[in-house]
Every structure is written in C-alpha cells, then in structure tokens.
C-alpha cells in the first residue's frame, strides 16, 4: 500500500481529471475516505483502550482478493440501497476506492521491488523486508507532498487525510461493508462496527503526526536495544528523504516480482500520474456501469492489488 498521504493526494489529482471530463464526484468527502481503501481497517480497534473484536486482518484479506468481485459487490449494494443520500456517499465511497485501487496495483510491485534494492543497500535498517515496505511508502508521502503541493511532511497533520464523521458519512461505509464482509470474507460483522473504522484510523493518524521527529528520536533507544531494526520508526515519516532514490528518479531498472518478464525503468511519479488516468477512466467506467452494464472484470481487468497482473492476487 502506497501509504496514506500519497493516497490522499493522489485522489485529488484524479478529482481534477474527472473535473476536466465534467464527471462529478457523487460525495467528495466519502471519496477522500475510499481512497484510504481497505486500510482504514489496519486500525480498527487495534489501541489497547479500544474494545470489542479488531478487524485489523481483514484489511489485510481485502487487499489479497478478486478485485472484480469487491467491486461487483459494491455494485450490488449501491443497487439495493433505496436512501438517496447514503448511496451518494456510499458511490462517493466507491469512487475513492478505485483511486485507491489503481495506485496499489501501479506502485505495489514496484515497492516490492525496490525494498529488496534497499535492503541489501542499508542492510542494518531492520531484520523484515516489510520494515524496508514501510519505510519506502513513508519517504514517498514524504516526496509526493513536496511535488505536488511545496510542502513539507513537518507542517502536514496526518490526520487531514480523512474527514471527520457527519451525516451519516461513517455509517455509509459500515453499511457499505456488510454485504462485503458476510458475502466475501465469510465475517459476519455488524456494520455499526465496521462503522468505526474511519475514526479509527483518524485517531491512529493523529498519534502517528510526527512534525519535529520527536516520537522517532524517543524511539530509536528501544529499537536499538531490541536489536530488531526499525520496526516502530519505519511508520513514520521521515523529515529527510536525501539519502536514497526513493522515487527511482535515476531511472534504475526493476521488475514486477511477480513476473520477472515485465521490466521498467519507471519512477514511482511517471506509476502514479499514469495510474491517475486509469483511475478515472475506471470511476468513469463504473458510473456508467450502474446499475446493469459492464462487468467489473471488463473494467478492472482484475489486476491484483499487490501484482498489477490479472488473476494474481497475493
């Protein structure tokens, strides 16, 4: 998962092309929180004081599924929801999802690729390449925030990029995942629950805003004892990106891990402004989709969240 800056202001580029298109965004608010995707449930009840059951690994089970088939069944609830209101927001919902969708699928096999680069480049850094992950998706929001808007991740709040609860708008997503998790996860959550996702993860956020580095310097000690790498301050933006390419902007070559045939030289910001056009012809796609049209395999040609290739999924 590209991390959630850059899917907040990724979003927004998509929202100008739409513009451009006269495509309006049927709930923009809703949209800001689907292009967080399935990762607003990475946090659901996950701090110690929060109680009840934690739907922290679904999150996970989301993004290693059929896209074709989430957005079938997004698409089956939008056409059985007869409250005009929460079906805008559940549509503006669906619209940020597909942001959300589109620059997973461009940029995942590249982070794949690459974490691997910088492990054997700064190999005491941690002991999992899931820390390198992280820690590549930090240093992007990091950069995608300074090209796109001049500024710095010390005067950003994290907790920006998702809007606060109002008219219903969290209830919409809960009622909006039922169907999703009962049909295709087998989970039968209540969608007050699930409901609690966003607020969830904005809180999260709020904890995670680092603007001085003060919470990593405080955690360093601790990971330096344990011995195990940076497995706390990986999820933290760094103030500093000058140490590495993050963005390939040398143009190194790399390939998609999950087929080795498909080489690029691409920057992480030529995947993104390319994965741009192809979310909004996919919101595009869909809305004329609704409520019998093409199938979501025809529009999404089911490319796995984390390979970008059809069919593959994990």
């Known amino acids: ?6 899917h907040y202001l990724f979003t927004h580029r998509v929202f100008y092309r739409l513009k451009r298109r006269g495509i309006p965004v049927a709930d923009q608010r809703a949209a800001l929180i689907g292009t967080q995707g399935p990762d607003i449930f990475f946090f659901h009840r996950v701090m110690p004081w929060q109680s009840g059951v934690s739907y922290a690994r679904e999150g996970g089970r989301l993004h290693h599924m059929s896209p074709a088939r989430l957005f079938e069944t997004f698409r089956s609830v939008l056409n059985a929801e007869r409250d005009p209101k929460r079906r805008e927001q559940m549509l503006g919902y669906v619209e940020g999802f597909f942001c959300h969708y589109a620059l997973d699928r461009a940029a995942h096999p590249y982070v794949f690729w690459f974490q691997e680069v910088l492990r054997q480049d700064q190999p005491h850094y941690g002991r999992k390449s899931w820390q390198y992950h992280f820690h590549i998706e930090s240093a992007l929001d990091n950069l995608v925030l300074q090209r796109d808007t001049g500024r710095r991740i010390r005067d950003f709040r994290l907790s920006t990029v998702l809007p606060p609860d109002g008219e219903g708008l969290y209830a919409a997503v809960g009622r909006l995942y039922q169907p999703v998790f009962r049909l295709l996860l087998k989970v039968p959550a209540e969608a007050e629950r699930l409901a609690l996702a966003p607020g969830d993860m904005r809180r999260a956020m709020s904890l995670m805003t680092d603007r001085s580095a003060l919470r990593q310097a405080l955690l360093r000690p601790v990971e330096v004892l344990s011995g195990q790498g ?15 390419d993050y963005a390939n902007e040398a ?22 402004d390319r994965a741009a056009d192809e979310a909004a012809d996919m919101i595009a796609a869909f809305r004329e989709a609704l409520p019998q049209g093409k199938s979501m395999a025809e529009i999404t040609q089911d490319r796995g969240f984390p390979s970008d290739l059809p069919g593959i999924y994990e």
């Not at 497995?231 to 140490?243: E, K």
């Open 230 to 244: 940076h497995f706390a301050t990986s999820l933290l933006r760094p103030l500093d990106v000058s140490d590495w």
């Open 1 to 6: 998962m590209p991390a959630m800056v850059t």
């Open 251 to 272: 143009r190194r070559e790399w390939k998609n891990p999950f087929d080795e045939a498909y080489v690029s030289r691409d920057s992480f910001f030529e995947l993104y």
